[in-house]
């Protein structure tokens, strides 16, 4: 699973990337190129089931998250050779979209002033210029096949690309299109942008906009972003917004734990703004977190929401899915409550499970499988 920072000219992409590198304890990587990440969010469901079973190792899921650097226009060439500014993500799962809310008389805005939710709509009007190209091309060279007498390889795309061409010519990203599995496949293969899921990060000043400041006296609350959240929400109804001051709260980070949690308290911030943005970048990107107990190691997998156990079986080793079954599935949560398999086997919480079954968000498997 990999996110792609995106946003606007100094809108502080960088400064969040920084931040999230910061809350897994670790330097961000240096370099004027692209910088990549691996984030390994925490999981409170997996913290839960190392007290049952105290192993000697947890594995939480693991997020891939790369910072582009600009480019230059050699360097951003679209497939069609025109000039493509999303080239280094395109190939991205999902994306954060960071779009300013703060003046830094220090840090000029381009646009000229201060407004998140213009700005969120500029990108995605770029995502979808953008989309425009590459589709225009692909079209264009699939009439050309045409007239010289040759067949496509795929009779579905030439429909698929003129309808999802129509979306984008009335201002509609394609995050918004009903598709099929099967039209999915065929787009999977364009790197589309605006297709793709979508995170909105705000990054507030320490002062929110006036009609905002009713919700709280204090300055790291996001509650006081609460009006500019549910505009971007209302633009843009396929992403989901969170508000963070990337900046201070860089700053927390870079203090031990007792100062950084007076902070926190004397700003009225509850939840760390890394750790927002971590715990919602599985769900925007459509993925559910299930666990396995193997020896002495108790780990999470992301899998596709919708996947069955076969497919889980195959996300934890090839060998499992040849040979699947069944899987023995229980609730994170029943599984917690009784203390421990044993327990779970003598109540009749552990279910037998067919290769059909859908996985659901934190259950705990385990694959039996012929080798």
């Known amino acids: 699973m990999e996110f792609a920072l995106v946003g606007t000219p100094f809108s502080g992409k960088s400064t969040v990337f920084d931040l999230l590198a910061a809350s897994q304890g670790v330097s961000p990587p240096a370099g004027p190129g692209l910088r990549r990440l691996t984030l390994k969010p925490a999981d409170p469901r997996l913290q839960a089931l190392a007290e049952v079973f105290k192993p000697e190792k947890t594995t939480p899921i693991s997020i891939s998250l790369i910072d582009p650097a600009p480019q230059g226009v050699e360097e951003a060439k679209s497939r069609t050779g025109r000039v493509d500014p999303f080239a280094p993500v395109r190939d991205a799962d999902a994306l ?35 989309d425009l190209v590459v589709l225009d091309g692909r079209l264009e060279k699939i ?11 795929n009779p579905l ?17 394609l995050s918004g299109m009903d598709l099929r599995d099967d039209e999915n496949r065929v787009l999977s293969g364009f790197g589309l942008m605006s297709v793709k899921p979508l995170l909105t990060v705000i990054n507030t ?15 790291g609350d996001p ?19 969170v508000a963070v001051c990337a900046s201070l709260e860089l700053e927390l980070a870079e203090l031990d734990p007792g100062e950084a949690r007076e902070f926190m308290e004397a ?27 193997l020896g002495k190691e108790i780990r999470a997998w992301s899998l596709a929401n919708g996947s069955t156990a ?34 779970a086997r003598e109540k009749g919480l552990i279910r037998l499970e067919g290769r059909d079954y859908v996985v659901r968000d934190g259950d705990v498997l385990t694959i039996r499988f012929s080798s």
């Open 96 to 130: 954060l979209l960071v779009v300013r809310a703060f003046d830094a008389p220090q840090v000029p805005n381009p646009a000229g002033s201060v407004d998140p939710v213009r700005d969120m709509s500029v990108m995605r009007s770029e995502m979808i210029l953008a």
């Open 143 to 153: 009439r050309h096949m045409a007239k010289v007498g040759k067949k496509p390889e």
């Open 157 to 173: 795309e030439m429909p698929l690309l003129e309808r999802c061409r129509d979306a984008l010519e009335a201002e509609r990203p």
């Open 205 to 219: 000043g320490e002062r929110p906009p006036e009609e905002a400041t009713a919700e709280s006296e204090k300055e």
């Open 223 to 241: 509650a006081r972003w609460k009006a500019v959240l549910a505009e971007v929400q209302a633009k843009s109804p396929d992403t989901r917004p």
């Open 267 to 293: 700003e009225g911030i509850t939840e760390p703004g890394a750790e927002r943005i971590l715990g919602l970048l599985p769900e925007i990107a459509g993925r559910i977190t299930f666990f396995t107990v």
């Open 310 to 343: 076969l497919q889980a079986a195959g996300t934890v080793h090839s060998d499992m899915e040849r040979g699947f079954i069944k899987a023995e599935t229980i609730s994170w949560k029943d599984l917690v409550a009784v203390g421990s398999q044993a327990a």
